[in-house]
């Protein structure tokens, strides 16, 4: 048994314990955290203006569990409009200065969206969800409050992780041809993170939990895949310190995503 397998049947037993509809709690943010936290409203809300609707943090940062210089900084932006590509550009180069500026995080990502299609009802699994359970606005009109809890479901998991096929296969193609070994491992980090928060979409159609954690999501798959605990281990592993070669990634990663589809497929025939 793998060095994290073993604590599965405690993890479960603590989640027992924990509202099954709970939303992130509106902590302070951790002290390391406060200056680029404060920094990316300043910085994003005066070059973005009225065009900024809403500004949401959301990964580890927003659950105060973020480890300085190893965890990432998450930003769901809900824009007024649709950006033009020039303001596409001052986006991204927001989120790279907020990375020069600030090394107590890895990187920047931010999680772009338009105002109208996360009011669209036909959204309402994906952003609905998205803004209620797993952010917490730290400027502008919070979107979230607009939404009732959500009940934990695999429609739900479906529409938030729609993508995982060609988003995966996006990263093993980057991984390929990255240009250095750091490239490669950030990018394996990257994949791996995806991998295992995608594994939600294989949830029994009725489960009380939604994952919060990176261990979350493994506890949870190991407990309906209990002979597949070893593969998702080593994407858990992988996902928090990569120590394998960009060969032997791709190759576990094709397998994986592989049987995940074949998986999902039987899984919506059954249902």
Known sequence: MGIYAC??????????????????AGNPIQAEFEAVVADAIV?????????LHGLY???????????????DLDLTIVLARLASGQERALLEKLRLDLEVRHSVI???????????????PANLSSWGYWLKHECRCIHGDDLGQRFDAFMPSR?????????????????????????DLITAKRLQKEAARKLVRATNVLRPTVYPFWPRTLDDYFFDFSKWYPSLVQDIEFFLIQA???????????????????WMQLEQQRLSRSD
């Open 155 to 179: 429609k739900i998991a479906d529409a938030v992780n729609g993508d995982y096929v060609e988003t995966l296969n996006d990263y093993a193609s980057r991984i390929s041809s990255a240009a």
């Open 106 to 120: 890895v990187k920047v990502d931010f999680d772009i969206g338009v105002l109208a299609d996360v009011l669209d």
């Open 57 to 71: 943090l959301y990964g580890s940062v927003a659950r105060g569990c973020a480890v300085p210089r190893k965890s």
């Open 7 to 24: 604590c599965i049947v405690e993890q479960m037993e603590y989640r027992k314990t924990v509202f099954s509809i709970d939303v992130i």
């Open 240 to 258: 928090k310190e990569p120590d394998t070669s960009v060969t032997q990634f791709n190759a576990r990663l094709s397998r994986f995503l592989s």
């Open 43 to 51: 910085s994003i809300s005066v070059a973005l203006g009225s065009m």
